[in-house]
């Protein structure tokens, strides 16, 4: 007779699995952190402050215009709308 080598997992293992997941987490935050702090002393020793802030304020101004505007495909919901009613159940639109 052969034996199953089929082990499934313990509590034990998923308990394991979970603690690595929360330190890999707090480990990517970690550094995060330490990226964010770089950055800004950076920023702040460029003397590029005003500059900057003004620069992520168009951006996200553009931003929102773009997503309002209706230019985008996930935004035109016109657009959405009429490749919805082309679609046909198993039957091509082409003749």
């Known amino acids: 007779m052969k034996k199953n080598n089929n082990k499934k997992p313990t509590n034990a293992d998923f308990k394991n699995a979970i603690n690595h997941l929360i330190r890999e987490t707090y480990e990517i935050?970690?550094?995060?952190?330490?990226?964010?702090?770089?950055?800004?002393?950076?920023?702040?020793?460029?003397?590029?402050?005003?500059?900057?802030t003004k620069y992520l304020d168009e951006r996200r101004?553009?931003?929102?215009?773009?997503?309002?505007?209706?230019?985008?495909?996930s935004g035109d919901r016109t657009a959405q709308i009429k490749d919805i009613q082309t679609r046909t159940k198993g039957k091509s639109n082409k003749k």
């Not at 995060?32 to 002393?41: H, Q, S």
């Not at 101004?61 to 495909?73: E, F, H, L, R, V």
């Open 61 to 73: 101004q553009d931003a929102a215009n773009k997503q309002n505007s209706g230019k985008s495909a």
């Open 29 to 52: 935050g970690r550094y995060l952190k330490n990226v964010d702090a770089a950055f800004t002393a950076y920023v702040q020793y460029k003397k590029d402050d005003d500059k900057f």
